[in-house]
T-cell receptor, first 114, second 116 residues
């Protein structure tokens, strides 16, 4: 069963605007972590932000924030003030405490327009 | 900074060849992973190693094997390459000795393998 779902294969955003990338997940483990990675065209996977299942506050890292809605099992990434360099593939991933596996969604390709 | 180096950026091999993909890390990390990335499927785990000579199968191990003779090096082996193994392969490491759900993975730049 699909554990991480990213329903937006591709998105456009205007430079300097904010954008939200959707991610929903499925788990019965009460302890888990949610991650977002960025993959530019160069291919490297860059870790952006982490949210733990017990964290009360939404995670933030600079222009990145994670909109964590536990009851809805969603962990959307919000990028504020988009820059041209934000154009990339973005992957949502989850790791359960009971597993060593980091499971990825299918990704969203973001294109920032000047 | 963690450095995870994959020996080849691009590789072209023929069907039936034995292929070695090498990954080296410089941070003395216990855990190492091999993932495969395909469009529309995201990243899928092939194999995981938690120590020298120790390995666990991931979600798609068929057609692959791995070798970890030294802590810093984790090799992915395609015993007899097939066209459906054409893909991007990513190696990753993790600092924690015991996998923790709050521990991010550090990735190499990937090897794009084409099997003709």
């Amino acid at each position: 069963a699909q554990k991480i779902t990213q329903t937006q294969p591709g998105m456009f955003v205007q430079e300097k605007e904010a954008v939200t990338l959707d991610c929903t997940y499925d788990t019965s483990d009460p302890s888990y972590g949610l991650f977002w990675y960025k993959q530019p065209s160069s291919g490297e996977m860059i870790f952006l932000i982490y949210q733990g299942s017990y964290d009360q506050q939404n995670a933030t890292e600079g222009r990145y924030s994670l909109n964590f809605q536990k009851a809805r099992k969603s962990a959307n990434l919000v990028i504020s003030a988009s820059q041209l360099g934000d154009s990339a593939m973005y992957f949502c991933a989850m790791r359960e405490e009971s597993s060593y596996k980091l499971i990825f969604g299918s990704g969203t390709r973001l294109l920032v327009r000047p | 900074d963690v450095k995870v180096t994959q020996s080849s950026r691009y590789l072209v091999k023929r069907t039936g060849e034995k292929v070695f993909l090498e990954c080296v890390q410089d941070m003395d990390h216990e855990n190492m992973f091999w993932y495969r990335q395909d469009p529309g499927l995201g990243l899928r785990l092939i194999y995981f190693s938690y120590d020298v000579k120790m390995k666990e199968k991931g979600d798609i191990p068929e057609g692959y094997s791995v070798s970890r003779e030294k802590k810093e090096r984790f090799s992915l082996i395609l015993e007899s390459a097939s066209t459906n193994q054409t893909s991007m392969y990513l190696c990753a490491t993790e600092a924690e000795a015991w996998s923790s759900y709050n521990s991010p993975l550090h990735f190499g730049n990937g090897t794009r393998l084409t099997v003709t």
